[in-house]
């Protein structure tokens, strides 16, 4: 029905509000309040039909049907002598049958205004009615009229989320793809019961290094030691430097003929990993202090090892490279000492499902 709440006479200003009709191909209405539309047609005469003009507020653009008996009169108007707004849009359908002309056009199109209030976006258009003569030039048998259209959305809404597909990253991906995992690299005593009370060590001594991620609040994770750099200064790309694990997580340091530096299987935990490094200094400097970094990076726990995840020891009785887990091929790459190919080949046949979070941790041994 009908509502005029600006006082005017009974149709001569009409609101519709829009449900849309999916059956005509219109989109699914607003959630309330919905759109609504405001025709004054007070210029018409009283005996014209109750909805001489029908608009459709839709999410993007405005829908105007006109019925031709424009006056009801029962003499229909000319299609071309009516158009939308002060760009003179002409209409885009015509319904012999039903005897209407249909506009559509979008919000901002056809010389259409936007006005904001308070509680709602207005954009404001007209349709217009010019009629040319036909039979006379000196004479006209109908009246040019202005039917002045709004289209009211509101500014404030409630919207369902039934049609949302959110696609969450979860939490633990979240975190560790900020580099926020807290990571954590500790000097053990011999039997890695307990952290080492001393720093100091004598050449013939064994570095026991124990990597560790706090898992809590994630799915289980597995940690690895991509590499770990020895300097003379906390700069890890200062000179000289020496990686005792290098290539995404091989112990080369264990294939030197007096080391028999190795990772320690099995593991703890998943998101553990100790590995023993047998004690070296700078043969260049006296100050016997070393910086120690290492970068570490975790996967989850149900992804198997790969050639850029993974542990790998030198087995100096088989001369062959050990995985802490995986298969013994994912090594291959360290005796080649370039783990690039394996990366390339990694992309493109087998794409990791979550690449895990790094970290980098840092200790200061004097020796």
């Known amino acids: 029905a009908a509502h005029t709440p600006w006082g005017f006479l009974r149709g001569e200003a009409e609101l519709w509000r829009y449900g849309g009709d999916p059956s005509l191909g219109q989109p699914r209405a607003f959630s309330q309040p919905s759109p609504w539309a405001w025709v004054d047609v007070s210029q018409l005469q009283a005996a014209a039909p109750l909805h001489p003009v029908t608009v459709q507020c839709q999410e993007a653009q405005v829908v105007v049907t006109v019925h031709r008996d ?19 849009c002409l209409p885009v359908a015509q319904s012999t049958a039903e005897g209407t002309v249909t506009f559509v056009a979008g919000l901002h199109e056809c010389g259409s205004t936007l006005r904001v209030t308070p509680d709602a976006l207005v954009y404001s258009t007209s349709l217009n009615y010019k009629p040319f003569p036909a039979g006379s030039p000196v004479v006209v048998r109908t009246s040019p009229a202005v039917i002045p259209i709004e289209c009211h959305y509101p500014r404030r809404d409630n919207v369902s989320s039934s049609g949302i597909k959110p696609t969450w990253a979860p939490f633990r991906s979240t975190l560790s793809s900020e580099e926020k995992l807290p990571f954590s690299l500790r000097l053990m005593n011999d039997d890695w019961s307990a952290d080492r009370d001393s720093t100091i060590f004598q050449l013939g001594d064994v570095f026991h290094f124990q990597a560790g991620v706090n898992a809590e609040n994630h799915a289980p994770l597995r940690l690895f030691v991509d590499s770990c750099m020895a300097t003379l200064t906390p700069d890890r790309s200062s ?6 694990i290098d290539f995404s997580g091989c112990l080369v340091d264990g294939q030197l003929d007096d080391a028999t530096s190795t990772f320690i299987s099995p593991r703890p935990r998943q998101d553990v990993l100790q590995f023993a490094v047998d004690a070296f200094r700078f043969a ?10 290492c970068h570490m990076k975790v996967s989850p726990a149900d992804q198997a090892p790969d050639p850029l995840n993974k ?28 783990c690039s190919l394996a990366r390339h080949s990694r992309r493109l046949h087998a794409p990791s499902r979550w690449q895990g979070g790094r970290g980098r941790a840092r200790r200061e041994l004097p020796s």
């Open 239 to 244: 000179s000289p430097q020496y990686a005792f």
């Open 284 to 293: 260049a400097d006296s100050s016997n202090l070393i910086y120690i970094t």
């Open 311 to 338: 542990a790998c020891s030198f087995n100096k009785a088989s001369s062959l490279w050990a995985p802490v887990e995986g298969t013994q091929d994912i090594c291959s790459c360290c005796e080649m000492r370039s």
């Open 70 to 88: 424009l006056f009801g009169t029962g003499r229909l108007v000319k299609a071309p002598d009516l158009t939308l707004g002060s760009a003179a």
